[in-house]
């Protein structure tokens, strides 16, 4: 949907006291991203023409913490209600088409939800004309219990005549259970006039942009209510206890699709999403994984209990043993990864290989059929195919200052705790001696050895220990 001229007002300027955090309320995070940033991808989503953001406390760590180009950044200092923070964006909005308030706070509404309350707004649902821009639609939700909340005043008829804040409300209104939830599409053409009329006679000394239903209810446009589908689409953060709340909901319902999807997971109250997970057929996840930024599992894959994997892709066929952590790399199909293995950024692994337990891969590619089963650093490298590495394996990349490569060509064998002094090369067909220091390239198809030979003395006696009391 692309309506236009939609502006979109996100007001982000709350202080956020309560979390008894140095950082701005909007930059805590659910689900590993600011609560902003997800008002943010919502609001793109609905294309609008501008998208501009109330902000004040933390100053300008806010905008940097985004660092978004397109976006208009307005501070609003002193903070005197949600009316005035509107107010701060008039400059930017234009007197035709329409504007959506929605909150920094309030992280996880639906992109439906909102295009439904757009569509009320442009008057496609209502008594008012297609596109007159005369109806103003807000987002209200029945809740149990109402405090804290402006309660919707309806008049006998059902029509929406006000919204009153609950510090402001009589004791018959404080029993109403439609509440406001905050988020509203008003026509421009209306919106400057009834900005600048906004007066702060009330409990609180704000001014209230909630006034403006009043208002639009006097100049006889449609005031219409729309509802989101999901309770928690409008739950706002005020504290890291409704933090932690909305993060558990958010996780269940991302479980929720993986299960509906066909992914089967061990237990899907044990799964942590901070980001986007893509499952091909018949993958299994079992408990407390956490996946990061982006992560793409292959058709069979599966993942064993208490990994972590962040931006990586796991090709068809492949199995992540417990323990094991990938982040920035790429593993090709049926590999067997794990378990306590640590692949990171920048490896590529071909298909079959097979990474075991203690083994630390970083920044090097490995061919096809190879395996380092045990106990071994793998840094900086190229290795070839069906390459075995023993045991304890190290490559020395590192001589203090600068990292240099090491080059293992294919059909290698490296015996066990054997150390690779890069920038070293061990050609095609090589076995190492277990136990050796390679300083220098090796020749191909040979046995190569640094050790000590090993020797046996006859004859020779164990110290015993001398009785108590003799000198
Ligand atoms: C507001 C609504 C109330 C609604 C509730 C939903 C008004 C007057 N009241 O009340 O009807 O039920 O939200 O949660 O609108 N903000 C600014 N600048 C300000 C004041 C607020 O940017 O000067 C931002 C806050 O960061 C927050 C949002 O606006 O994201 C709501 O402000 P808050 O003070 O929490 O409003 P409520 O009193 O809860
Ligand atoms: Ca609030």
Redesign the pocket.
Known sequence: MNIPKLNIVI??????KRMHSALP??LHRLAGKPLLAHVLDTARALSPQKICI???HGGETVPQAIADETLTWVQ?V????????LMQALPYLGTEGMTLVL????PLTRVDTLQKLIAMGDGETGNAEMGRGETLALLTVELTNPS????IVRSDAGKIAA?V?EKDASKSQRHIRE????IMVIPNRWLHGWLHKLENNNA?K??????VVAMAVKDGLDVEAAHPGHGWE?I?I?SKVQLAELERIHQHESAQKLLEQGITLADPSRIDIRGQLVCGRDVEIDINCIFEGRVQLGDGVKVGAHSILKDATVAAGSAIAPFSLIESAEIGKNCRIGPYARIRPGTSLDNEVHIGNFVEVKNSAIAAGSKANHLSYIGDAVVGKSVNIGAGTITCNYDGANKHQTIIEDDVFVGSDTQLIAPVKVAQGSTIGAGSTITKDTPPEMLTLSRARQMSIDGWKRPVKKPKGQK
């Open positions: 007001l982000a300027a709350g202080l956020g309320k909007v109330i902000y004040g609003q002193p903070q005197l209600g949600t009316g005035h923070a909150y920094g706070d309030v804290g909340y402006g309660r919204i804040e509440i406001n939830t905050g609180q704000e001014y209230y942009l909630t006034d409008t706002g005020n």
